[in-house]
Structure formats: structure tokens, C-alpha cells
């Protein structure tokens, strides 16, 4: 059994984390950004702060200078105006397709827009489980897929294709980093554009 005794935490590199969001900066103009699951702040403190505009959305009520909504994250994404940003953070313990899925169904982006998510999945992946939210990308029907976990880099890459085609638009870049724990934690990032190549 884990130390941890099944509670999730946070346990990922900061810098790790803050790399992959300065990268996203660095590509997009005018940044406004959408923080889902935006917790304590780090990643705001770290590069956030610097965007132009700025929402988080979070279960736990904070009481600083970010302006957020306290809630369901799975509820609360239908209220929020999602046409007025252009960075989508999805930062969940777990799948962040679930929110993805409805955020590039309901956006019709006018300029840049990039995608920063945390995917936890990989253990689930390992036991041959694909949640609804990648079934719902990738075109799996079945939930059971033996040996997932070996092809997740790919499921991550079909994600992003797919993305680019729900919203009419080209991959600018891509970054994909992997955790060095035993949940194999996966951080990307895509930016897109409609310029033609």
C-alpha cells in the first residue's frame, strides 16, 4: 500500500511546472489565462501573475489578490466566459479530459491559443483502465485497453491532433515532460495557431 494511503498530493517539481507555463507565455500575445484546479497559488505566483488577464478556478475558497471561483470545476467551466481566454491551465490530480473535452467543444478561438494540462492518468493507464475524457479524443469505446500506459506519449499526441481539428487550427509546438515518481505524471503544453503553413 502507499505511504500516502490514497490521498493525492502535491508533489510535483515546481520548476518543472513553471517551465513548461513560461514556455506557453513566450508563445502566446496578449495572455489571458483560465487556471482550472488553480489550488494555493503557486503557479500564479510563479508565472500567472504576469498575464494580462487572469481567472482561477478552485474547490478551496483563497482569499488573495487572484480573482477566482470557489467550486465544482466540473460545474463552475459551464459558467465561465471560456471564449474570453487564451491559455486553458487544467492542473487536476487526475484526468483533465473531462474539461478539455467541453473547453475545445464550446471556444472558437480568434487568434493563438495554448493548452497547459496535468495528466495524472498513467496508473490507470497501467491497469489497462482509459477514462471517458480520453475515449472521448482518441475514439476508444472500450474502457479497458491492456497495456495503455506503453503507448500514453501517443494517446497524448492523438489528443492534441484532435484539438487542432475541433478548433480549425496548426500545432504550433508541443512540449510533453514526464514525472520521475512512480505516477509517471505527464506535463504538455500545445500552443495553436490559424496562420497556414
Not at 66 to 76: F, P, Q, S, V, Y
Request: charged share 30%.
Amino acid at each position: 500500500m502507499s505511504k500516502f494511503r490514497g490521498v493525492k498530493t502535491n508533489n510535483a517539481k515546481i520548476s518543472a511546472k513553471k517551465d513548461i507555463r513560461e514556455f506557453v507565455m513566450s508563445q502566446i500575445a496578449k495572455q489571458s489565462v483560465l487556471e482550472v484546479f488553480s489550488g494555493l497559488g503557486e503557479m500564479y505566483d510563479s508565472v500567472w501573475h504576469k498575464a494580462d488577464d487572469y481567472q482561477g478556478i478552485d474547490k478551496v475558497k483563497v482569499f488573495d489578490s487572484r480573482d477566482t471561483l470557489c467550486g465544482d470545476a466540473h460545474k463552475l467551466i459551464r459558467r465561465a466566459d471560456v471564449q474570453r481566454f487564451n491559455i486553458f491551465d487544467i492542473d487536476a490530480y487526475g484526468s483533465p479530459y473531462e474539461i478539455l473535452d467541453y473547453i475545445t467543444q464550446t471556444i472558437r478561438p480568434c487568434g493563438d491559443v495554448a493548452f497547459v494540462l496535468t495528466d495524472g492518468t498513467n496508473m490507470d493507464l497501467k491497469l489497462g483502465r482509459v477514462c471517458k475524457g480520453i475515449r472521448n479524443f482518441v475514439g476508444i469505446e472500450n474502457h479497458i485497453l491492456k497495456r495503455a500506459s506503453v503507448i500514453h506519449d501517443d494517446i497524448i499526441r492523438m489528443i492534441a491532433k484532435e484539438i487542432a481539428r475541433r478548433l480549425k487550427m496548426r500545432i504550433m509546438s508541443m512540449r510533453i515532460a514526464k514525472g520521475k515518481t512512480g505516477s509517471s505524471m505527464r506535463y504538455w503544453a500545445i500552443t495553436l495557431t490559424h496562420d497556414v503553413v
